[in-house]
Structures are given as structure tokens and as C-alpha cells.
């Protein structure tokens, strides 16, 4: 019996090799996840913007002489002051109603009661208001060991929304700082991109422009359906007369920017002020006429996609609602960027089968039939 021959000094380096530069770059692939992870969205919604706005940057950049910090910073600031301000505006002013609302009641309950607060509610609340305050225990000292005992849960919240502000106040900084440099050094960064990924150079190119397609659909269709949702909503402000409707009509469409929140919201909130000012016909005319405002989102939206990439409308819709409900905020751009990621590497796979395919079906020359012989 024929012992078998050891392996060959090479080929056990070579496998050697293979595992120790596999578990390495596992390792360094979990590493950089964790670094990452805290920015992991910023870094994202930086590198769509940058992606989408790329061709205005460059011409901007030509026009400004090649300076390209100069023109990345004025884009930077455009998108600071065009998007980033008004939202921040909108959460102040909101977070502002909300202390002026705590302070009043705070005032009321000590000057005049709860009595007092109850009697100052509009008259569609008041009753019911009166109902609950009669089911509440009566006694002063009763009351205000309820109230202890709910202000730990209070001062937890008010922690946290804090906590919240502030943690999306780093975030847009640090998607500021990545936009910057995205913009600065967008084309060497898709070079190497280009030499490091382990595809042809056409496939990677033809990967980077799919996405970059998907990215400037998702953000014009999101920016057109929320300025069609804030003119519908308007139409309904001024036949309802809402107080100040240019005011609310603006709120809508920069609502209607923000995922997971919607435009009818806005509609909806309207509704309820004029319920409470005593109109409550023109209140149910407006919640009637917030559905139209809110479909909007999931009709126009698909629809104005779909032109921008090729893709169903079934497929865009269920794409941003699966992606809204597992990524959250990002999945309005994460879901439709991974179909989109997913059909590519499809076509990758199929066109290399069709050329595996061509290759077995073509007859070697003669010249070819040599080559091969002397492999």
C-alpha cells in the first residue's frame, strides 16, 4: 500500500495564509463596526447627500477654480441653513409650546387649582374634564402624594427627551463633518473604492451610479411629495380658516420630510386646535381632509420613485415601508438602496453566467486550441 505524500511546503503556507488573512480581516471587519456603529446613521445620510448632490458640487467647484474645501463648505452650509435650521426651528418652537403649556399649568395649580385649570379648558373639554377630576381623590394631601409619586416618572421623561436632543444634535454635526469631507474627496474615495472591492471595474462603477440613482429619487420624490402634501394641506387650512394657514402650511412640508411623522399629523394637530377653539364642524372637516394629505406619502411617493429607477411600484412601496419599519428614520433610504443593491448583484450573477455560458459555447480556433495545450 502506497503511503500517502505529505503536502507540499508551499501549498500548506498558502493555506495557512488564506485562514490567518480570513480570521484578520474578520477581525478587523468587526472592529471597524464598532467604531463606526455610534455615527453608523450620520455617516450614511452623509454619504447619500453626498452622493446625490456630487454633479452640482463638481460644477460649483469648477465655477469656484478647482478650490473644492471652498465649494464642499458652501454646500455644507446651504444644506445647514436650507435643511438642518428650519427642522431645529420647528423641534424649538414646539419644545417652546410645551414649557409655556407646563408653566401654565403650573401657575393655575397654584393660584387658582385644579379647579381653576378645569374651568380655563375649552367648553368641548370641559366636561369631560370635570368627570375626571370628580373620579380624583379630593383631599389636598391626597392630591399632591399623587403627584409625587408621578414626578420621578416626569423628571425620567424630561431626562430623556434631553438626552434624545442632544444625541441628535452630535449626530448632525458629525453628518455635517462627513458631508464636508465626502464632497472634498468624493472622487478618490471612488477610486479606491473601485481598487478595493473584488469586482471588475465596470460592476463597481455600474453599482455606485445605481445607487447614486436610487439616492437622488428617494430625496427629489421625498421633497416633491411633501411640497404636494403641504399645498393640499393648505387648500384645507383656508377652507377650515385656520389661523395663520401660510404658518402651518410651512410646518407641514418640513413635517412631511421627517419619516416615520407624516404630513397629516400636522393636519390632524390643526384639527384639534380649531376643535378646541369651539369650531368643530371646521374640525372635522380638516380631520376629513387629512387623508388625502397623509396618502399622498404612500401614492405619490412610490410613484415619483419609481421614474427615477427601474422598479415597481409595489416593489418602492413595500421597500420603504419594510425598511421605515426595521431601520427606522434611515430606512426611507435604506429601503429601496438595498432592492436596489439586492437586483444588482442579480444582474452581476447573470451576466457572468451568460458569459460562463458564452465562453463554453464558442469553438476554439486553432491558435486557441494551442494555448490550451500549452496550459
Known amino acids: 500500500m502506497k503511503k500517502a505524500e505529505p503536502p507540499h511546503p508551499a501549498a500548506s503556507s498558502t493555506r495557512t495564509s488564506f485562514w490567518t488573512t480570513l480570521v484578520l480581516t474578520v477581525i478587523a471587519t468587526y472592529l471597524l463596526s464598532r467604531v463606526i456603529r455610534p455615527f453608523a446613521a450620520a455617516l450614511f ?101 399623587v403627584a409625587g409619586a408621578q414626578g420621578g416618572r416626569a423628571a425620567s421623561a424630561v431626562g430623556g427627551f434631553v438626552q434624545a436632543t442632544w444625541t441628535v444634535v452630535v449626530q448632525m454635526v458629525m453628518m455635517l463633518i462627513a458631508f464636508f469631507f465626502l464632497l472634498v474627496d468624493g472622487p478618490k474615495l471612488v477610486n479606491w473604492v473601485v481598487e478595493v472591492l473584488p469586482l471588475r471595474r465596470k460592476q463597481t462603477l455600474t453599482l455606485l451610479t445605481d445607487f447614486r440613482k436610487v439616492t437622488v429619487a428617494v430625496l427629489v420624490s421625498s421633497i416633491a411629495t411633501s411640497a404636494i402634501q403641504a399645498a393640499v394641506a393648505f387648500v384645507g387650512y383656508l377652507l377650515a380658516k385656520v389661523p395663520n394657514p401660510m404658518f402651518f402650511g410651512f410646518v407641514t412640508f418640513l413635517v412631511g420630510l421627517v419619516p416615520a411623522v407624516g404630513a397629516g399629523a400636522v393636519t390632524l394637530g390643526a384639527a384639534l386646535i380649531l376643535f378646541l377653539s369651539g369650531h368643530p364642524g371646521a374640525a372635522l372637516f380638516l380631520v376629513i381632509w387629512a387623508i388625502p394629505v397623509g396618502l399622498a406619502d404612500n401614492v405619490v411617493k412610490p410613484y415619483l420613485i419609481r421614474g427615477g429607477i427601474q422598479l415597481h411600484g409595489a416593489v418602492v412601496f413595500f421597500s420603504l415601508v419594510g425598511g421605515l419599519a426595521y431601520f427606522g428614520p434611515v430606512g426611507l433610504l435604506a429601503g429601496p438602496l438595498i432592492v436596489s443593491f439586492f437586483i444588482a448583484v442579480v444582474h452581476m450573477w447573470t451576466a457572468e453566467l451568460d458569459d460562463a455560458d458564452h465562453r463554453s459555447a464558442t469553438p476554439l480556433l486553432p491558435h486557441n486550441r494551442e494555448a490550451e495545450a500549452e496550459a
Request: hydrophobic share 50%; aromatic share 2%; net charge positive.
Open 45 to 145: 445620510i452623509a454619504a447619500v447627500l453626498a452622493g446625490a448632490v456630487s454633479p452640482l458640487y463638481e460644477r460649483l467647484a469648477a465655477r469656484m477654480g478647482g478650490r473644492r474645501n471652498l465649494a464642499s463648505g458652501v454646500a455644507t452650509l446651504t444644506v445647514l441653513l436650507v435643511v438642518i435650521l428650519p427642522l431645529a426651528w420647528l423641534a424649538v418652537v414646539l419644545a417652546q409650546e410645551v414649557a409655556d403649556g407646563v408653566s401654565y399649568v403650573r401657575r393655575t395649580l397654584r393660584s387658582e387649582g385644579v379647579g381653576g385649570l378645569v374651568a380655563d379648558l375649552p367648553a368641548p373639554l370641559r366636561a369631560a374634564a370635570q368627570k375626571v377630576l370628580d373620579r380624583l381623590p379630593q383631599d389636598s394631601q391626597e392630591l399632591t402624594q
